[in-house]
């Protein structure tokens, strides 16, 4: 047996989807199929029905499901009581958090609770959206810190869990001030051609967020530059390479001093909203605390 079965079970039964469940379990279509087939072997019965679309639960997988669940959680809960233990003081609140999040609010944030929370200790795991969904699925981390937008949830039923909004923030599109006024790279302007273009990567979150605010419409844009990450996008937007879609909390500082423009009316900006999730019953004193106060 292997945990990571019973979590790639989960994580079917959730979704009744294979091509889904593999790519939220970040593992390729085969592979999966291959592990709950080998879960299938080790139980000697049939989990899944196959033949119908959606996919269904066989009634043994029904049965099988909860047990799945509970098993999971149970393993993951007592593995991080025992780390606790072994470590003689308050076990670590776990944090799957999206990357831009973790170094423009959440490094930050931690600092400033140390004097409220003396006992508080953090882990964060950041990555992908898909990723850190999984983390927090699997019961990997006690905390899921990501934002939301209106076109798109996260990878999980928020059903299952409790969601604190902490914030909303404003993606805007962003450029170097002197480049953008020699350029004069307005993307609202239809006399305007070919202004560089700072993407995200595809597969990011915030790829997909900015994929919808551009539509099916044709902004003046080339693409010149892609990275998954945030801090790389401003980076190249502040040595003047061309125009991201970053957060007003990213770029505060710069918008601010002049440094950086937005570049783009309303119609070319979205909200997104901050919001923290977790499974608040299975929180330490601590971690209660921090669902409180962060």
């Known amino acids: 047996m292997d945990i990571k079965w019973l979590q ?28 709950i087939k080998s879960l299938e072997n080790w139980l000697g019965v049939p989990l899944i029905r ?11 997988g029904i049965l099988f499901l909860p047990v799945a669940q509970e098993t999971v959680n ?8 025992i780390r606790g233990t072994e470590f003689g003081r308050t076990a670590f609140q776990r944090i799957a958090v999206l990357h ?51 076109n798109g949830a996260p990878f999980f039923d928020e059903d299952l869990v409790a969601r604190k909004d902490i914030g909303v923030e404003k993606l805007i599109p962003v450029a170097e001030a002197n480049a953008a006024a020699e350029g004069g790279w307005d993307i609202s302007s239809k006399d305007v051609k070919n202004i560089p273009y700072l ?52 770029v505060a500082d710069e918008l601010a001093s002049g440094k950086l423009v937005c570049v783009g009316g309303p119609e070319w900006q979205t909200d ?23």
């Open 8 to 35: 790639d079970f989960v994580c079917l039964g959730r979704t009744l989807n294979f091509s889904r469940a593999a790519e939220e379990r970040n593992i390729t279509q085969p592979a999966f199929s291959r592990r």
């Open 50 to 60: 196959r033949s119908t679309y959606p996919v269904q639960l066989s009634e043994a």
């Open 74 to 81: 149970n393993l993951s809960d007592t593995r991080q009581s």
């Open 100 to 150: 831009t999040i973790s170094v423009n609010f959440l490094t930050k944030r931690v600092k400033e609770l140390e004097n409220e929370l003396p006992n508080l200790r953090v882990r964060v795991f950041s990555d992908y959206l898909a990723t850190c969904c999984q983390l927090f699925s699997d019961g990997t981390c006690d905390f899921l810190l990501c934002y939301r937008h209106k």
């Open 199 to 250: 993407s995200y990567d595809p597969a990011s979150y915030l790829g997909t967020v900015v994929d919808q605010i551009i539509g099916t419409r044709q902004p003046p844009l080339v693409l010149r530059y892609m990275d998954a990450h945030a801090e790389a996008l401003k980076r190249s937007a502040i040595d003047g390479s061309g125009v991201a879609w970053l957060s007003e909390r990213v």
């Open 272 to 294: 997104l909203t901050l919001s923290l999730f977790s499974s608040l019953d299975r929180l330490d004193k601590t971690g209660q605390l921090f669902w409180e106060t962060l």
